[in-house]
């Protein structure tokens, strides 16, 4: 039997966000029955697609997707690469199987059926629309060599999109990615071991690519995506560069620390310089923005002085 998403693939390269295609066009160009395309694209509707579908028209994309080349990242990336249509989570399968894996190695899926963002939060993942990838690290020095590491990952971020031409782009510590003052991306890093052994590392990594209204609608926050921007990479490239890009950076991390991005940093950062507040619990933290120090910390200028601070949410003060 054909795979099924082998077909709900099809189904996808065929339909597009420009104009509708008929579902008697799907069917013969596919070779199946006008009742199978619209089991296929209720099927695809239930894992986040969002299709209009107009009686006399035919089907329409509400929004254009990019899917993975299997074949070209898998010949582009050297180091081991595992791809999925489907997958809980890209970081709990690596996790899963961090004993077999080396620096490197990655999983990207089409779609995360339990998708996870930082303190908890759900990452909204609807199939084909954005990039889904995580990356396996090792540390020899064990989990304290990893200090000021989901920094590093973001600075990564910056530098590849800025090579495809994209600009417009900011750091907000500690580790996400906007665009237009709107987020783009987020990071997860996770990590088992010991404080001063071997530590495996699992870099969990999404960038918004093509969102839908509806889509949009789930999130609460401002957020903003690649088709946005007048150059959109492929997520095949994107993902390529991606990988490439933190190889280079978290083998210079290894060797010289965090130090090594501070100007990096600095020039990404979208609250330098700002009035912040800063939320711990229930305490709120007021003052400027004056970066991060080479252990990862952000640094707020209050009436104390220039004071460090490791966790928390940073967002701009009110004028109040």
């Known amino acids: 039997m054909i795979d099924q998403w082998q077909r709900k693939r099809e189904i996808l ?31 695809l509707e239930e894992y986040g697609v969002e299709v209009f579908s107009v009686k006399g028209k035919g089907y329409k994309l509400a929004n254009s997707l990019s899917l993975i080349d299997e074949t070209l990242l898998k010949e582009a990336v050297t180091q081991r690469c595992f791809y999925y249509d489907e997958i809980p989570s890209t970081n709990a399968f690596l996790l899963k199987h961090c004993e077999e894996l080396s620096s490197g190695d990655i999983c990207v899926a089409e779609y995360q059926s339990a998708g996870r963002g930082r303190r908890g939060r759900t990452w909204v993942s609807p199939y084909g629309c954005h990039l889904y990838c995580s990356m396996y690290w090792n540390l020899s020095q064990g989990m304290a060599q990893a200090t000021g590491l989901s920094l590093v990952v973001a600075c990564s971020l910056v530098k590849v999109l800025n090579n495809f031409g994209i600009h417009g782009l900011g750091v907000k510590w500690p580790n996400d990615i906007y665009l237009d003052n709107k987020k783009l991306a987020g990071v997860l890093v996770e990590m088992n071991g010991q404080a001063d052994t071997e530590c495996h590392l699992v870099i969990g990594i999404g960038i918004n690519m093509s969102m839908s209204r509806a889509q949009g609608d789930k999130i609460d926050q401002p957020w903003s995506d690649l088709s946005q921007s007048r150059v959109v990479p492929s997520k095949t490239e994107l993902t390529i560069s991606l990988q490439r890009q933190l ?53 707020l200028k209050t009436d104390k002085g220039v004071e460090s601070f490791v966790g928390g949410e940073i967002s701009l003060r009110s004028a109040e």
């Open 247 to 299: 190889n280079e950076d978290l083998t210079l991390f290894e060797k010289e620390g965090l130090s090594a991005f501070l100007i990096r940093w600095k020039e990404a950062d979208i609250f330098d310089g700002k009035h912040v507040k800063l939320l711990m619990g229930e305490q709120r933290i007021d003052g400027v923005c004056k970066g991060i120090d080479k252990t990862g910390s952000i640094l």
């Open 13 to 43: 390269s065929v339909l597009d966000s420009e104009q509708f295609v008929s579902g008697e066009a799907l069917a013969a160009k596919l070779g199946v029955s006008r009742t199978a395309i619209a089991n296929h694209i209720s099927a």
